[in-house]
Every structure is written in C-alpha cells, then in structure tokens.
C-alpha cells in the first residue's frame, strides 16, 4: 500500500514563494498521474495542477497557470508544487493526489492528508 505525504507547507507573505512536497512512500507506486488539488475554509476543493509521472506532461488550472509549476523526481517518487507570486487567496489546505488511470480529468484514488499554506497581505 502506498501512502502519500504533503510537506512544505507554511506561513508567506503575499508575492513570495513556496514550495511544498508530495512523498510517495510504501513498498510499491503504480500512479499514472500526480495530481495537486486546495481546500479553503468554507469551499470546496479544487484542482490546481497535474502531471503524467512517466511522460512528464502537465496540466493547470487557469487560476494558477503561470503562477505555479509542477514536477516530479521518478527516482525519489517525490512531486513537487512551486508557487510564486502568492496571493492571500491562495491561502488553503493544499493536497496531493494519485490517479491509476491516464488523463487529468476522472477520479483520483489516494490521497494524501494535506499541508497548509498561509498567505499573508
């Protein structure tokens, strides 16, 4: 079974940068896509960005598209989110997320337990 863990998540102040972290930890990893997805209080969650984990590829939401940038290390099954430019709305309990099957769009499968990020005006 494989477990995912988000980390790097803090305190910023608005137009600073951050990075957090999805380690895929266990004795097997089988995901296809990596996915990272935010909850803010009171809404409901949202998509930011995904990346094919063999093929590199990537997909963003409109509302972090240039903002943010991920990637992934294959040989440390990490994932990566760079944020730049961050806004207070930005300000969410971020998640990272893996998806068996290819495509960005359907169901994510497992699901880490979150990080949060504060951003500050």
């Known amino acids: 079974q494989v477990q995912l863990v988000e980390s790097g998540g803090g305190l910023v102040q608005a137009g600073g940068s951050l990075r957090i972290s999805c380690a895929a930890s266990?004795?097997?990893?089988?995901?296809?896509?990596m996915g990272w997805f935010r909850q803010a209080p009171g809404k409901g969650r949202e998509f930011l960005a995904a990346?094919?984990?063999?093929?590199?590829?990537?997909y963003y939401a409109d509302s972090v598209k240039g903002r943010f940038t991920i990637s992934r290390d294959n040989a440390k099954n990490i994932m990566y989110l760079q944020m730049n430019s961050l806004k207070p709305e930005d300000t969410a309990v971020y998640y990272c997320?893996?998806?068996?099957?290819?495509?960005?769009?359907?169901?994510?499968?497992?699901w880490g337990q979150g990080t949060q990020v504060t951003v500050s005006s």
């Open positions: 266990g004795r097997t990893f089988s995901g296809n896509v």
């Open positions: 990346i094919s984990w063999s093929g590199g590829s990537t």
């Open positions: 997320a893996s998806r068996r099957l290819s495509g960005f769009v359907g169901p994510y499968d497992l």
